[in-house]
């Protein structure tokens, strides 16, 4: 069967750090990965997808960044962290229209 | 465009009482509908979905029928419980070079005892 595992789970960054989220997905081959990103008490807004290796498409522009090196790994990622990057990130893969999330990451920039 | 109309809440109701949480999209052509659940601090996770209209999704005493002719996926539960306590998130899909799902706004629900 296949599963999504995303990490950390949770983080405190000072404002300027660095971020590296990571996600990989087990049990499929090729398949579309995308980040979004919950505000505290907001809908979901897609940052990224990926149909594949090294193919990223970005849906708003921001200081974030995405990486796929490998066919089931996915990276967010950001040089220095703003206030507003706070949030909950999910990582999810999708089959015939359905998305499967990971646990998420909380991340809150001080 | 695409897009999904929600009553964003928070609904509160009491255990055993009567949901129903309204959706309305706006698509082209013929998308697939979906309701997703979030638990306090997780992932989203699919409920239920349907793909084609007078399709009925079900699951876990939810249902949903799919209604292109007022453009409808409105969610209910007979009699809910408190651990259905949540957000529930209205999507749609289409198919593009990848999946483009849509989410709602999200309604949050709590249910006491």
């Known amino acids: 069967s296949q599963t999504i595992h995303q990490w950390p789970a949770t983080l405190v960054q000072p404002v300027g750090s660095p971020l590296s989220l990571e996600c990989t997905v087990e049990g499929t081959s090729n398949p579309n990965l995308y980040w979004y990103r919950q505000a505290a008490g907001r809908g979901l807004q897609l940052l990224f997808y990926s149909v594949g290796i090294g193919q990223i498409s970005s849906e708003v522009p921001q200081n974030l960044s995405a990486s796929r090196p490998q066919d089931r790994q996915f990276i967010l990622s950001s040089k220095k962290l703003l206030l507003s990057d706070s949030g909950f990130y999910l990582c999810a893969w999708s089959f015939t229209g359905e998305l499967f999330f990971g646990e998420g990451s909380r991340l809150t920039v001080l | 465009g695409n897009s999904v109309t929600q009553m964003e809440g928070p609904v509160t109701l009491s255990e055993e009482a009567f949901l129903t949480i309204n959706c309305t999209y706006t698509a082209t052509g013929y998308p697939s509908l979906f309701w997703y659940v979030q638990y306090p601090g997780e992932g989203l996770q699919l409920l239920l979905k349907a793909t084609k209209a007078d399709d009925k999704g079900s699951n876990k005493g939810f249902e949903a029928t799919y209604r292109k002719e007022t453009t409808s996926f409105h969610l209910e539960k007979g009699s809910v419980q408190v651990s259905d306590s949540a957000v529930y998130f209205c999507?749609?899909?289409?198919?593009?070079?990848?999946?483009?799902?849509?989410f709602g706004p999200g309604t949050s629900l709590s249910v006491i005892p």
């Open positions: 999507a749609l899909s289409k198919k593009t070079s990848y999946d483009k799902v849509i």
